[in-house]
């Protein structure tokens, strides 16, 4: 065996130190909502879009999870769904919660923002029916209270990204 000199000790610490190609993290969807806190459990209706019930203080809230995007099987747009037209206090927490973990696992967005969004998805939870969006940083949020047809009220918040999911500067990315 070779003996290490000085200048191969630096040369190597040099070549560790240096930037090499990112690893992109990947996280399936719906584990990532099934293993945060206050899982109930859940049912995947289709290959896109699945139930998960979370525990909302004394109560349960149902979240309807849909992947509306895909980019080589990696997930680009999600939709997050209440079937609910005033989410209270502890629901709130849990749909924010949802968002937000979506928010940084599946679109690597910086959890500094985590303030900003949570601000943003209670106030328009007190407005009436809408259908607006707002971008934080390189991801939008789109929130969108309705009325079907058979009376039912909905919230739904959908979250997209610019770029590609895997690719530089988003290399954070969930998959179906």
Known sequence: MKALTPKTVLATLL???????????????????????????????DGSYFVVSKKAGTK???????TDGLYLNRVDTVTV?????????????????????????????????????NTWLDRQNASSLRDVQTDFGPMTLRFIRELSDD??????????????????????????
Do not use: H, M
């Open 151 to 176: 009376g039912q009220y909905w919230t739904f918040v959908r979250l997209s990204r610019t770029g590609k999911p895997g690719v530089t500067p988003w290399l954070n990315y969930c998959t179906p």
């Open 15 to 45: 070549l560790a130190a240096l930037p090499g190609s990112a690893q992109a993290a990947t996280v399936p969807l719906r584990s990532l909502l099934e293993s945060s806190p206050g899982n109930l459990g859940s049912i995947r209706l």
């Open 81 to 117: 769904a209440a079937q609910k037209e005033y989410l209270t206090p502890e629901e709130r927490a849990v749909f924010r919660r949802a968002v937000i973990d979506v928010s940084l696992k599946c679109f690597n967005l910086r959890a500094e923002r985590q303030a900003a969004i």
């Open 60 to 66: 349960s809230l149902l979240l309807g999870v849909g």
